[in-house]
């Protein structure tokens, strides 16, 4: 469980470690078709990109690599449920320390939840995502 104060801090996290290089960047996103277009986007502008399903599945792909997480993008609702917010704060926690997040919806009942992070409705220009990515860890290496 997370306390309050990381939930609080997680977007004004200090910059991460990168991985070669490269910001590495996880995408929580149960919609394969908007998992893998996230995932091409965030690797064409320079950074490392891992997809999961959920925060268990993020966690045991990155394995020795968790300490590494740059950023969290995700979906507000995983599976039906709003999982989101609760599945960054579950991997910042495994970290042991606050990542930068950004949740992102396709519910407009959900844009104006009360939320530790920024909020983007879907469909979302891109340009957003990348200028907060920027903003948050500074231009990728390509």
């Known amino acids: 469980m997370t306390t309050p104060m990381l939930a ?3 977007d004004r996290a200090p910059l991460a470690s990168k991985t070669s290089g490269r910001p590495l960047i996880v995408v929580i996103e149960d919609d394969y078709r908007s998992s893998m277009a996230l995932t091409m986007l965030i690797d064409d502008w320079g950074y490392s990109c891992v997809a999961a399903r959920s925060s268990r599945e993020a966690v045991r792909t990155l394995g020795h ?3 590494n997480v740059a950023a969290i993008i995700t979906d507000i609702e995983i599976d039906g449920q709003m999982r989101g917010i609760r599945d960054a704060l579950a991997i910042a926690a495994t970290i042991g320390h606050a990542v930068p997040t950004i949740i992102t919806t396709g519910h407009s ?3 104006a939840v009360a ?11 891109p340009d957003i ?6 903003h948050r860890l500074g231009a ?3």
């Open 129 to 134: 995502l990348h200028q907060w990515l920027v």
């Open 8 to 10: 609080m801090a997680v």
């Open 140 to 142: 990728a290496i390509s």
């Open 65 to 67: 690599r968790l300490g």
């Open 115 to 125: 939320s530790p992070f920024p909020v983007v409705r879907k469909p979302f220009d």
């Open 109 to 111: 009942d959900y844009a």
